[in-house]
């Protein structure tokens, strides 16, 4: 006689087994892509792709594919954000640093939408290059706003975060291009 009691054990400690698999994977991604490039910061990049929907069942690839999820998501965010404080009362020294910030990450969304359609092609060298331009335009955004005295930057940490998400992706195609060594 059969008795399906032998299965659930199975079914109790598969989908353990699975989030530690997962959170194992997640961290050790994320200790290369921070060892290979000094911009990725190990706690924020484990932080933001735990956090992730999808990423307990993702390969390296698919964290790399998560991790432009998400900058696309910071990056239209921010672009929006932007647009709401232009409709703000501003010094006209912020006003045009906003101006400016809203045109780069107007550019950052087309160019994070195309980088992730090379991604998923496997074209990563096109890829890198529409994901380095997103991350010039963060950087490009907040120096924008550290030429004028006295003009603070109400993007600072939304500028921050995309840099680093981009340098989250640039580093998983490192390894899926050349490996981890």
């Known amino acids: 006689m059969f008795s399906p009691s032998w299965c659930l054990p199975f079914f109790l400690f598969a989908p353990l ?3 530690i698999h997962a959170q194992t994977l997640i961290h050790s991604t994320c200790k290369v892509c921070s060892q290979q490039d000094p911009t990725v910061n190990y706690q924020f ?3 933001s792709l735990e956090a992730a929907s999808g990423s307990r069942h993702a390969d390296v690839r698919g964290l790399g594919k998560i991790s432009l999820q998400l900058t696309h998501t910071n990056v239209s965010d921010t672009r929006s954000h932007i647009k709401n404080l232009l409709k703000k009362k501003a ?13 780069l990450y107007s550019d950052a969304v087309t160019d994070i939408k195309h980088a992730m359609k090379s991604y998923k092609s496997k074209h990563y060298d096109e890829a890198n290059v529409l994901i380095s331009s997103v991350m010039d335009a963060a950087t490009t955004c907040e120096n924008g706003f550290k030429e004028k005295r006295n003009v603070v930057s109400p993007l600072t940490k939304r ?3 995309t840099f680093e998400l981009c340098g989250i992706g640039l580093s998983i195609i490192h390894i899926l291009r050349v490996g981890t060594k």
Do not use: I, V, Y
Not at 91 to 103: I, P
């Open 17 to 19: 087994f699975l989030s």
């Open 45 to 47: 990049c484990t932080t």
């Open 91 to 103: 010094s006209s020294s912020q006003k045009m640093r906003l101006d400016d910030c809203f045109e």
């Open 159 to 161: 500028n921050n975060t």
